[in-house]
């Protein structure tokens, strides 16, 4: 059984667009991995990349599965979700995914409570973001919240010193600009996550930096019986 960055109580940097890409069983989808407990069934984290015209089987998400489009069109039975739009599928749904123009994901599996039903399918535009006061610099769009989770995209100004408490822990990804944290620099697809009770203290990049930020969230692994 594959274990990638699978002790929880470590910090774990990944900058992914300097590792090569990972053909997937399925022809056209090839993925970056950033965290993974399991093979082919796993809990993982992951950024997918689907070539134009590829198309995944369809399938059931035994444990959930939770992606934000980073480009290009996702596409499947339930609809198209250009790059910005934020997806939660429970345990027990199912879809036949593709994409026509090609897009890139990124993408947790298995990492729901077993009992959540709630789906999620939110647009994200530019304006959608509000300023926090007591965050100098800092202007957040929430796209799901529960008692395990906190999920969201931060715009953090250019120069902006970052610093928050997560209980927790908490996952990063860079989705635009950069920042730095530790004394190493962030760019685009580069992925921090910190264990619980973190403390994130960060620099947003010249050009400002746009984030997901993932609070909590982290589940006993799923077994493959429950594929």
């Known amino acids: 059984m594959m274990q990638l960055n699978a002790d929880f109580s470590l910090r774990v940097a990944v900058h992914a ?28 984290t992951s950024i997918v ?19 934000l489009v980073l480009d290009g069109v996702f596409s499947d039975e339930h609809g198209d979700c250009p790059a910005g739009t934020y997806v939660r599928n429970p345990p027990t749904s199912q879809h036949t995914p593709h994409s026509g123009p090609g897009c890139t994901i990124l993408v947790k599996l298995r990492q729901f409570d077993p009992d959540d039903r709630t789906a999620v399918r939110l647009a994200v535009g530019p304006d959608d973001f509000q300023p926090v006061p007591e965050r100098a610099g800092v202007s957040v769009r929430a796209l799901f919240a529960d008692q395990h989770e906190v999920v969201q995209i931060e715009r ?26 530790s004394g190493e620099d962030f760019a685009v697809q580069s992925w921090l996550r910190l264990p619980a009770p973190a403390s994130l203290q960060a620099q947003a990049g010249a050009q400002g930096c746009l984030v997901w930020i993932k609070q909590g969230g982290i589940l006993p692994q799923l077994s493959a019986a429950d594929s």
Request: aromatic share 10%; hydrophobic share 45%.
């Open 156 to 181: 953090w100004a250019a120069g902006s010193m970052i610093r928050q408490s997560y209980p927790q822990g908490v996952e990063v990804l860079v989705l635009e600009g950069s920042f730095a944290e």
């Open 17 to 44: 667009a300097q590792l090569p890409w990972v053909a997937s069983p399925v022809a056209g989808i090839e993925r970056r991995m950033l965290d993974r407990i399991g093979d082919e069934v796993a809990r993982a």
């Open 49 to 67: 990349r689907y070539a134009a015209g590829s198309q995944f089987t369809a399938h059931v998400h035994g444990g959930g599965e939770e992606f």
